[in-house]
Structures are given as C-alpha cells and as structure tokens.
C-alpha cells in the first residue's frame, strides 16, 4: 500500500502564499501521477492540479493557473502545491492523490486517484 501525509497548511491573508506538500511513504513505486483537490464545507471535492511521474506534464483548474504550482522531487517521494497570490476562495482542505496506472495522463475526477492522504486545512483571510 501508499501512505500519502499532507503538511504545510495554515492562516494566510489574502495575497498571500503557502506550500503544502505531499509526502509518500510504503510501495512507493506504484505511484504514476499525483494530483492535488480541495474541498469546502458543503461541496464536493474538487480538482486543483496533477503532474504526471516523471514532471514532464502538468495541468490546473482554470481558477488557479498562473497562481498555483505543482511539482514533485521523485527522490524524496514529495508532490508540492506552490500558492501565489491566494484569495478567499482558494479556502478549503487540500488533499493529494496518488493514481497507480495514469503513467502520462492527469485525471481530474477523484473516483481515478487510488491513494489519498487526511488533508491540510488552508484559509485565506480576506
């Protein structure tokens, strides 16, 4: 199995930034693309960005791009969500994901990710 351990949230004012990273523990070698979601009180999780194993491809949610970064350092077995710029909305707890068989693809529904870690709360205030 993949043990998948959020860390990095917190309190941040509006304009503000924040890491959060994502680290993985156990038969890491099952890992193929990791992504990042978020969930707000009362909605359904949502997706926020993927890498795919090696780096080389990435994708975002609309609302993020040219604020959010997504990377991983293989060696250390950590996806990290690098967030310029944050804004109310951005509130939420952010959760990783490991898929185990998207080897090049980036899924962007939860139901595709088979490993996920308990979450980091991450508030913007206004």
């Known amino acids: 199995q993949v043990q998948l351990v959020e860390s990095g949230g917190g309190l941040v004012q509006a304009g503000g930034s924040l890491t959060v990273s994502c680290a993985a523990s156990?038969?890491?070698?099952?890992?193929?693309?990791m992504g990042w979601f978020r969930q707000a009180p009362g909605k359904d999780r949502e997706f926020v960005a993927a890498?795919?194993?090696?780096?080389?491809?990435?994708s975002y949610i609309e609302s993020v791009k040219g604020r959010f970064t997504i990377s991983r350092d293989n060696a250390k077995n950590t996806v990290y969500l690098q967030m310029n710029s944050l804004k109310p909305e951005d509130t939420a707890v952010y959760y990783c994901?490991?898929?185990?068989?998207?080897?090049?693809?980036?899924?962007?529904?939860?139901?595709?990710?088979?490993?996920w870690g308990q979450g980091t709360q991450v508030t913007v205030s206004s």
């Open positions: 994901g490991a898929d185990r068989s998207s080897t090049y693809l980036l899924p962007t529904t939860p139901g595709r990710y088979n490993y």
């Open positions: 890498i795919t194993w090696d780096g080389t491809k990435t």
């Open positions: 156990g038969r890491t070698f099952l890992i193929a693309t």
